[in-house]
C-alpha cells in the first residue's frame, strides 16, 4: 500500500514569506504528525493530529500552525519565515487506535529560507 | 522532561565488522515507549524496533538485535556482521504514555560502513 507521501519535496522561500506543506498519510491513518529536523536541533515535535482535531503541541512559535481535514490529509503552514526556519520538516502518519505508537515517515520537504 | 542521549555522533567500520549503538533515556513516567528508526540518505525515517516499559525481554531480528535495560535505562541497537546497505542515521526515541504519539529523538548516530 503507498505510504506516507509529502509534497513539495524541496522548495526556496525568501524571509517574510510564508510556505504551506502537505502530507497525506497512509490510508486508513489518522493520525498525522508532524516533525522538524535540522543539523542544530535534530528532529523536534511540531503537532499531532487525529480526526482533525490538534492532539498535541511541541515548543514552536505560533507561527507554525497545522490542520487536517476530514479524508485525514494535513497541511502545516509557517508564517514570516525565518533564516532558522531552513529544515526537513517530516510527516509521520499512525494507526492510533491501535495504541502501538508506531509512526510512518514520508520522505520530507526540504525547506530552504534565503 | 523526557530525553534521550546517543552517546555516539558518528561511527565507521569495515564490512562485516559488528556496530553497537548506545541510547540512555530519561523520564519519569514508568510507562513509555523506546523506539529506533533509521534514516537512509533518502530522508525517510524507517521504524525498526519499538519496545515498551514492562517488555525487558531483548529482541532479535535477523542481523539486528536490541538491549533493553531499565536498570541503566539503556536501549542499545547492535547490528551483526554489518553490510554497506546499513550506513545510515540511526536515532534512538522515546514517547510516554500520556503522549505516545510525541516522541523525543536524540541526535543520531551516523553508521558508516566500507567494503
Known amino acids: 500500500k503507498a505510504g506516507v507521501t509529502q509534497t513539495p519535496r524541496y522548495l526556496i522561500k525568501t524571509r517574510g514569506q510564508q510556505v504551506t506543506l502537505s502530507c497525506s498519510p497512509i490510508s486508513g491513518h489518522r493520525s498525522v504528525s508532524w516533525y522538524q529536523q535540522t543539523p542544530g536541533q535534530g528532529l523536534q515535535f511540531l503537532f499531532e493530529y487525529f480526526s482533525e482535531t490538534q492532539r498535541n503541541k511541541g515548543n514552536f512559535p505560533g507561527r507554525f500552525s497545522g490542520r487536517q481535514f476530514s479524508n485525514s490529509r494535513s497541511e502545516m503552514n509557517v508564517s514570516t519565515l525565518e533564516l532558522g526556519d531552513s529544515a526537513l520538516y517530516l510527516c509521520?502518519?499512525?494507526?492510533?487506535?491501535?495504541?502501538?505508537?508506531?509512526?510512518?515517515f514520508g520522505e520530507g520537504s526540504r525547506l530552504t529560507v534565503l | 522532561a523526557q530525553k534521550v542521549t546517543q552517546a555516539q555522533t558518528e561511527i565507521s567500520v569495515v564490512e562485516k565488522e559488528d556496530v553497537t549503538l548506545d541510547c540512555v533515556y530519561e523520564t519519569r513516567d514508568t510507562t513509555y515507549y523506546l523506539f529506533w528508526y533509521k534514516q537512509p540518505p533518502s530522508g525517510e525515517l524507517v521504524f525498526l524496533i519499538r519496545?515498551?516499559?514492562?517488555?525487558?525481554q531483548n529482541e532479535i531480528s535477523g542481523r539486528y538485535s536490541w538491549n533493553f535495560q531499565k536498570s541503566t535505562s539503556s536501549f542499545n541497537f547492535t547490528i551483526t556482521a554489518s553490510q554497506v546497505v546499513d550506513s545510515a542515521v540511526y536515532f534512538c526515541?522515546?514517547?510516554?504514555?500520556?503522549?505516545?504519539?510525541?516522541?523525543?529523538f536524540g541526535a543520531g548516530t551516523t553508521v558508516t560502513v566500507r567494503a
Open positions: 519496545r515498551n516499559s514492562f517488555d525487558e
Open positions: 509521520a502518519s499512525s494507526l492510533r487506535e491501535s495504541g502501538t505508537g508506531e509512526l510512518f
Open positions: 526515541a522515546l514517547s510516554e504514555a500520556a503522549n505516545d504519539y510525541k516522541l523525543s
